[in-house]
């Protein structure tokens, strides 16, 4: 396998996290594991980025300030052209009325901040399985429709 090979990226991913720490740290797993990495300091900084690089997958912390990550969560839901777009809320926050307050913001997914990666990385490969079975799917149904119209 050549070094070209080697270092296709997964896709860009953005990280909305107002802790320096904290979004280097997951910045370098994801990187780590071949994800194009960019990260926002808040949510005006996220609304940016999500215009400019066009995310696969955003993570978002929930508590930071300006705008937390429900109302960020909320604003990429409710515009067409990212609704699509998985949303993972990271966060410190544990209690059921935090998860329900996430899941009914738009998110995707919601998970408790860990030492232990594993989740994460399992959750944005379903995410991507099945953006590719959805655009496998659409394709099938285009082709179909193209070949009835021009007889093929």
Sequence with gaps: MSNQTM??????????EDSPTQAEGLKY????????????RNGHQAQYFIRMIDPIIVIS??????MNGYEICRWIKNHAQYEHIPVILLTSLDHPQDV??????G??????????????????KV????MVMKLKVISQSVLQQCTKVIDI
Excluded: C, H, W
């Design 7 to 16: 270092n296709i990226s997964k896709g860009r991913v953005l990280i909305i």
């Design 61 to 66: 912390d929930v508590m930071m300030p300006e």
């Design 127 to 130: 995410f991507l399985i099945e």
């Design 100 to 105: 329900v307050a996430g899941l009914e913001s």
């Design 29 to 40: 797993i994801l990187e780590q594991n071949k994800y194009d990495v960019q990260i926002a």
């Design 107 to 124: 998110a995707d997914y919601f998970i408790v901040k860990s030492n232990d990666y594993s989740i994460l990385l399992s959750r944005m």
